[in-house]
């Protein structure tokens, strides 16, 4: 089934309400697709929509904690790669445990739909982590704060959207 990609900013109504803001502020490049909710995991997303999962990139929310202090930062690596948590993002963090935030907590903080968190409209004071294989992409799907949507943007634009610092990210 092929995706009708669009400007996001035609169709906030697939976007979540902190991404709708995010889109509405800026001068995003993005585009925005219909999708069913219950595909919106990856792999089931990339094999109905013939996307390739190395054009697709997850979000996840980590969660650094030093004493009593938690800090948060979203993480975007591309399906093919895991994110080294307990290494390089744990030390980017200046934490001393470092953690996927709890799904409950990502939700709440987010104001996103677990399975769809993206780093546009986050948070500000969230660092976004990019690893350097997003960068290179041309093309690349990520959420839209939703489970009924996909956006679409170039790593490139992914990392100029979000403020994001280009690390080597994966294990």
């Not at 502020?25 to 219909?34: C, I, N, S």
């Not at 089931?44 to 938690?70: K, L, P």
């Not at 041309?138 to 949507?149: A, E, L, Q």
């Amino acid at each position: 089934m092929a995706l009708d990609w669009v400007p996001a900013s035609e169709r906030p109504d697939l976007l979540a309400d902190p991404v709708a803001a995010a889109v509405e502020k800026g001068a995003l490049d993005l585009r925005v697709a219909a999708i069913d909710p219950d595909l919106a995991d990856t792999a089931a997303f990339c094999d109905r929509y013939g996307v390739a999962m190395e054009d697709s990139a997850n979000c996840v929310i980590v969660a650094g904690r030093r004493g009593g202090e938690t800090r948060y930062a979203a993480v975007m690596v591309l399906a093919v790669h895991r994110a080294d948590v307990n290494g390089v993002i744990r030390r980017h963090l200046d934490a001393r445990k470092a953690s996927f935030a709890p799904q409950a907590e990502a939700v709440e903080l987010t104001g996103m739909e677990y399975g769809g968190i993206t780093p546009i409209g986050l948070p500000a004071d969230w660092p976004v982590l990019v690893d350097e294989n997003v960068i290179r992409r041309p093309f690349v799907v990520i959420g839209s704060g939703v489970r009924r949507s996909k956006l679409a943007l170039s790593g490139e634009a992914l990392v100029a959207a979000t403020g994001g610092e280009v690390l080597a990210l994966t294990v």
